[in-house]
């Protein structure tokens, strides 16, 4: 039995039926073709499905559509905005960030999680904040710098990270 | 991996939640975070003909001071209980604890209530609830009790949690003034889980340690208070000597779990390093 949902999704308004069973990362991937959350592990583990919901950084392998009924979800295809890249999409570009680019719009939907709670972090509380998204090539450093680019950036221009 | 079917309901109150509840007479499961819950749904490691939400019953979602406890919603986060001021001044265990489960995606959602009503061996609620005197409330349809810790977690993955019947609240009492609280953890590197975790409460006043309690997490099948400890240092000045003969009691007579991780003696041998590290946070 289906379920109806209306949930904001980067700032645009979805209702659809869902099966209760569905996980929010397949509903995004393949009913609305958002596939910028990944599915890596499918596990809870690595992180590169993460999205926010209601601001609040969360593995979309691990919750079902039918929670997020109501709430506000922010992908990665909600940061560029006018076609310009959202500062920590930007620090990525700069500092390196990635290479094979498969765990970025984890890393970077979590680094949204931080900066929005903590906008000017140390190298040990990014690192923290990176615990629960796996990097299988890049060695964490530049993501860490990357982060430290968008910290900064946001701080300059004072602009919020949502 | 896809959860087998199930019908979705989200609860808006406690009495609308225990309603559905009674009314799939056992088939139902509570979902609260999810965060256990629907990795075993996955996996088909349970497969319940529903599922009642209340994570978002606001009703469940508060830490309060209650004169002279301090009561937690079942549905409060690890997160929110990471960065409660009033835990943070008086039972700083909680925060500390709360602040090293899993990883932030897990503590965003993730609930006490979901963590205690799974009971898992190496989970870090358990032991800190303990080592707290920790009252949990239960409400069902025909009412509402309450059990001390000791007598809510039975075993592996087991609790006195009847059919049909929510962790509502924890309640847990202010300690006296000069109580000191620490969660000390040896992380399973991947998912944090605890291959030990040891909690420990001790009141120093003048020089004497009172009050003292110490659990663990991880180290057997289930949670629990290691007496011996306990009682090695109840009544003793407060010098690192005391601390380590006390800390080196650790563990003894009960079963010890051994996995890849961490075998029987290596275990138990952590575990006594682990409730020195804790004794001397809280009474070195
Ligand atoms: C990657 C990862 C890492 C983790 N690391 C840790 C860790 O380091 N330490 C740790 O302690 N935990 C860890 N966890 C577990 C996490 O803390 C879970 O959130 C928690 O165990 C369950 O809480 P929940 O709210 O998600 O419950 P759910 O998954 O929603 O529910 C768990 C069980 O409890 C029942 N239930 C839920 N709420 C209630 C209630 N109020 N009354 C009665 N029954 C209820 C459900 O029916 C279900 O059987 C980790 C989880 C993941 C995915
Ligand atoms: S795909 Fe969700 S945590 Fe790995
Ligand atoms: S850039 Fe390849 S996994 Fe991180």
Redesign the interface.
Known sequence: MSVKISVTINGKKYTSQVEPRQLLVYYLREALSLTGAHVGCDTSSCGACTVLIDGNAVKSCTTLAVQVDGTQVTTVEGLAKNGTLHPIQEGFRQEHGLQCGFCTPGMIMSAADLLQNNPNPSETEIRHALEGNFCRCTGYHNIVRSIQWAAKKLQETNAAVL | ????????H?AGSVDEALSLLATHDGNAKV?SG??SL??A??LRLNQPAA?V?I?RIAALRYIRQDGNHIAIGAASTH?DIATSALLAQHLSMMPQAAGMI?????R??GTIGGSIAHADPAADWPGVLLAADAEIVLQSASGKRSLAAQDFFLGFFTTALAEGELVTEIRIPIPAAGTKSTYQKFSQP???FAIVGCAAVVQVSNGTCSHVRVAFNGVSDSCFRDGNVEKALEGKAATAENIAAAAAQAAQGVSILSDHYAAEDYRTHLAQVFAKRALSAVAG
């Open positions: 991996m896809i959860p087998a079917n199930f019908e979705y989200r979902l999810g965060h629907i990795p749904l996955k599922l939400d994570a997160k899993g990883d932030p995606q897990v965003n959602v991947a998912s944090r």
